[in-house]
């Protein structure tokens, strides 16, 4: 399994202390919990590194010496006690973070990448870089991006606050990192209009057309030197100005798109503390062309990872 | 001529061009890219990652610590844990 170390440092229900028990056996004295780990279910460490992470040879060694380790430990030494388990499912309650997963609604998987022309990064370890999230619609709002009576030809205008969720929350600058969003003041652009190009009993084909425009003005990074070449303004612009443009079809009897793809390209600028563009000088304040595309995630458990920005959605 | 008004001649000179980047650039849609019917299928295709990128999907990741305790424990299996700052399997 993969998770995300945010909410697990400081938590005190089970998979946080879980998270923590696995850490400190694992590199103590190393701040960082970042790491792949090979463990017991009962959270004994069988192995474990932080240095391994981006090596695929030391991974595959690590995991032969965790398994090793399990062969020779008894089901008493490496499960949890029924007690002790059962105890563990009645904290969890209803499913933790992902109890949000939109079960009958539009989960869209997201891949944001800089398009030819972009400055060539300065730092090595940006080069060919690309980022990935999931955008969640609940079926309500699913069903929103298809009209209510759809006619061959006509365009229809999408709901203002889905394209807007968008613009704020996945048209973001985080090819290099996980971005930043926006407030709601600052999208200045938000539309997205739906032409019907098909129509029969049991399909409504889609056609999307559209702009966003993001832009704020502020203070965005709290490291402010960068060697001692170039320091970031302390006030400065950032934003994503884009066209829209992606196709869908819709299973009318299901109430559930089977194909959806949706491709944002436009001009990004600006430096922020997580967009990790300062590295490259005073040229990252200039727009470049950044690309960020949608579609149809699948339904493995790997795919019902929740938007990094879903706490901003203001689900319930 | 003194050191002074070289400096305030630089000031002159940077300021306004600071100041345009401040605002960001006009609001007359993208100038570095065009996505038309014509450009979309290269362009989505160059957003869009390919096999070997997403070659750890292969393997059938869990989505959180919690889901390999409760598999690992039901099916008395080791559980391997893969954990960044950001999620590893979206947005890191």
Known sequence: M????????NGTDFESRFVQKIKKQSHPDNYSYQGIYLAAPNGVLLAGSHEALHDAKKVEKLVQQGLEKWKKLSPTDRLLA????????????????????????????????????????????????????????????????????PTLGKNYAVRRELVERLARFHLIDAVRGSGLSYPKEAVAEANLTAEVVEVTDAFVSLRFQGATRTSQTGKFFTQNTVGSAWKVPEVQSRGYDTKLMGRAVYHRKDQKFISFELLAAGDRWGATSENGRVSDGEVCLRPAPMGVFLELAGNRPGERVPPVNLRHYGWK | MD??????????????????????????????????????????????????????????????????????????????????????????
Request: aromatic residues 10%; neutral net charge; hydrophobic residues 45%.
């Open chain 1, 2 to 9: 993969a998770d995300q170390l945010d909410h697990l440092y």
């Open chain 1, 82 to 149: 029924k007690e002790v388990f059962a105890k563990a499912v009645a904290e969890r309650g209803d499913g933790g973070r992902l109890k949000l997963y939109p079960e009958d609604g539009l989960v869209l998987r997201l891949f944001c990448r800089d398009l030819p022309g972009a400055p060539e990064p300065k730092d090595a370890n940006h080069r060919n870089l690309w980022n990935m999230d999931y955008a969640w619609f609940r079926k309500e709002e699913a069903i929103a991006f298809v009209p209510v009576t």
């Open chain 2, 3 to 92: 050191v002074i008004k070289l400096k305030s001649i630089a000031a002159l000179l940077v300021g306004p061009v600071l100041l345009a980047f401040a605002e960001g650039p006009e609001a007359n849609g993208p100038k570095t890219v065009n996505l038309t019917d014509a450009t979309y299928t290269k362009l989505r295709d160059l957003v869009r990652p390919n096999a070997t990128e997403l070659a750890w999907q292969k393997i059938s990741w869990r989505a959180s610590v919690w889901d390999g305790i409760v598999e690992g424990q039901q099916s008395d299996k080791p559980i391997l844990i893969w954990m960044l700052n950001g999620h590893p399997l979206a947005c890191t």
